[in-house]
């Protein structure tokens, strides 16, 4: 098809404030699916995603649309999370698009995801077309809502009114899409540059790469070469997503779809990377993506130490289409052999847990999360520390750097003073407040990472009766008192439970987590000893009974001293047991303490 024809869009929102249904709606009118084949939340395909009612993974979709002047037009269209977690397959949907359609809940209003992604598109220099969703809701307002997105958002273009659970609006939005959205730039005939915008591995095919045509055409049977690597190989097969892959002669400028090159190494494979031919090359790579660092770390090891290896292929195939994700080998003393995984929030990190467990079968045991801390020793030395373990000894260290973010938090008027007072418990400074309407503010926040990453999200939710919605990003390190607050079961160092903790709360953490280890750690038949210590000091203890078993039942009258020689009997058996025996921590005890 014609470069003129082609229109490249995606759909970006804050959570749930109805892309996927809106993509849905935008299938059906094109007929892209068969009636029969049709299901709700269709580009959604992981199993994951149906459960959580979450976009995870960016999905493309192509779909030929006649216009209302008779002219067909070939649709591209990504459909994007919400989740500040995933705001890298966002900001890479972003890059392979001309034009965005930005979704505004009528009831909810601008959030704080819709402020983030609106300025992605913003900063590439996108056409964006803004359209409120759910106008069929009792409690919709979407007068109140276009004043917001004109002075929040300064758009001057009066947005679109759309219910893409109805389907009300939905032709004007294909229209707006075909008239407003520029078709793509680039030469047919120039050099091949084709972008990698996502990929991921099928045990016979090898690695499937997803490329948006910048300039040139590429057909099968053609030699390529990866900028980035340098590596040559044959392109085996041309495609493109209807949702389902469907093969096609060639992918041309302007057009995005797969490659299959018989790739059977996934790390050969780089997001952002430049594809082009081996003759007639093109000179410089495509700009690619900003460089993504994660800011959560936690260990993860195999129940099962014969389960290693396959463990470590299977972090290999989710890192390939995970740009957010890293990985490095490292050892226990209470696990043995696993890996030390970098996440960008609770949430991706929990995403990529439950996938290796359900899609590669592994029993896994999580660490305590944490963040990278910058810590400076006396003789100058600087050292980076994502784990415990790796933390130095107190009298060498000059002083401490931990991560800061700014907040931004939009929340209801009435829930006012008691986000404050959240904010404040988590040592936030106050920087700004900002009226949106009448009924909601943004506040503007600094705070550590390490206050933010667990369970600021779900209480922030909490005290705004799920009004309240939130945005971060990183600005710099700032000097800090940290303390490593060591878990002792019976006397033995527990590694996993251990962590880094601010000086005005180690007494309050240490009391939480032993409290909590108390309650989840099953009964034994031996008395086990919980302590929470710093350094050779123990700040805070709790012990899990025995299991009672009356050794005297079967004995009834008689001399009183066969009683006690069986007491005594089991006092020493329980003394030996104590010694010897293992207390087995259920994964659910290493859960709960990530949420403390």
Known sequence: M???????????????????????????LTKTVQEREMHEQLLDSMDLEKERGITIKASAVRMIYE????????????????HVDFSYEVAKSISACEGVLLLVDAAQGVEAQTVANFYLALDQDLKIIPVINKIDLAHANPEVIQHQIQDVLLVD?????????????????????????????????????????DSKFDNYRGVIVYVRIVNGKIEPKMNVKFMDSGKIYEVLETGIFNPQPQKVDSLSCGEVGYICCNIKDPKEVLIGDTVTTVKNSAQEPLPGFKKISPLVFCGLYPVNSKDFD?????????????????????????????????FLGLLHMDIIQERLEREFELDLVATTPSVVYKIILNNGEELEV?????FPDPSKI?????????????????????????????RGIYISKEFLDQQRMMLTYEMPLSEVIID??????????????????????????????????????????????????????????????????????????????????IIARET?????????????????????????????????????????IPQEAFRAVLKI
């Open 456 to 537: 600021f999200y779900d209480k922030l939710k909490s005290v705004t009766r799920g009004y309240g919605s939130l945005d971060y990003e990183l600005i710099d390190y700032r000097v800090t008192k940290l303390l490593k607050l060591d878990i002792l079961i019976n006397g033995e160092l527990c590694d996993a439970l251990s962590f880094l903790v601010h000086t005005e709360g180690v007494q309050y953490k240490g009391r939480q987590v032993v409290s909590k280890l108390k309650e989840l750690i099953p009964r034994q038949l031996f008395a086990v000893a919980i302590q929470a210590a710093i350094g050779s000091r």
């Open 157 to 197: 273009e009066e947005p679109l009114l759309a219910s893409a659970k109805t389907g009300t609006g939905i032709q004007e939005i294909m229209e707006a899409v075909v008239t407003k959205i520029p078709p793509p730039k680039g030469d047919k005939k120039s050099s091949l540059q084709a972008l990698i915008f």
């Open 310 to 342: 396959g463990l470590r292929d299977a972090l290999d195939k989710l890192k390939l289409s995970d740009v957010g994700f890293i990985f490095e080998q490292e050892s226990s003393p209470s696990f043995g052999f696993g890996f030390r995984c970098g």
């Open 398 to 426: 000059a002083y401490i750097e931990e991560p800061y973010i700014k907040a931004f938090m939009i929340v209801p008027h009435d829930s006012l003073g008691l986000v404050i007072n959240l904010a404040q418990a988590k």
């Open 386 to 390: 994502d784990n415990p373990s790796k």
């Open 544 to 584: 899990v009974r025995a299991m009672g078993k009356n050794v005297t039942a079967k004995c009834y009258g008689g001399d009183i001293s066969r009683k006690r020689k069986l007491w005594e009997k089991q006092k020493m058996g329980r003394k030996r047991m104590k010694q010897f025996g293992k207390v087995q």
């Open 2 to 28: 014609k470069k003129e024809f082609i229109r490249n869009f995606c759909v970006i929102a804050h959570i749930d404030h109805g892309k996927s249904t809106l993509a849905d709606r935008l299938i059906e």
């Open 67 to 82: 216009a209302a002047d008779g002219e067909k037009y070939q649709l591209n269209l990504i459909d994007t999370p919400g």
